[in-house]
């Protein structure tokens, strides 16, 4: 089992920038895909953007194509999503999760997640 461990997140303003930072810890070895998803208020948990650890490979949701960066740092096993030009829309509690898979989107794929951080986007 992987341990995530989420920091960054909290109150901005449109058009601001907030940095998420996901820690992993445990059987990392068994990880292959990092995933970035949220959930704003009422409804379902959706995909941002993910990452692959072993060639970096990055994957995004077209709603944050060109706002959003995810990076990771393998040194540290920590994955990260920048979030630049932040709009009231992105407003949603965001968590980091872990894959086996080389790539999905799909929530059930992925079989540990972080605690979830709130990010709050004021117009």
């Known amino acids: 089992q992987v341990q995530l461990v989420q920091s960054g997140g909290g109150l901005v303003q449109a058009g601001g920038s907030l940095r998420l930072s996901c820690a992993a810890s445990?059987?990392?070895?068994?990880?292959?895909?990092m995933g970035w998803f949220r959930r704003a208020p009422g409804k379902e948990r959706e995909f941002v953007a993910a990452i692959r650890w072993r060639d970096s490979s990055t994957y995004y949701a077209d709603s944050v194509k060109g706002r959003f960066t995810v990076s990771r740092d393998n040194a540290k096993n920590t994955v990260y999503l920048h979030m630049n030009s932040l709009k009231p829309e992105d407003t949603a509690v965001y968590y980091c999760a872990s894959s086996t898979y080389l790539f999905s989107r799909a929530t059930a794929d992925f079989g540990s997640w972080g605690q979830g951080t709130q990010v709050t986007v004021s117009p």
């Open positions: 445990g059987r990392t070895f068994g990880s292959n895909l």
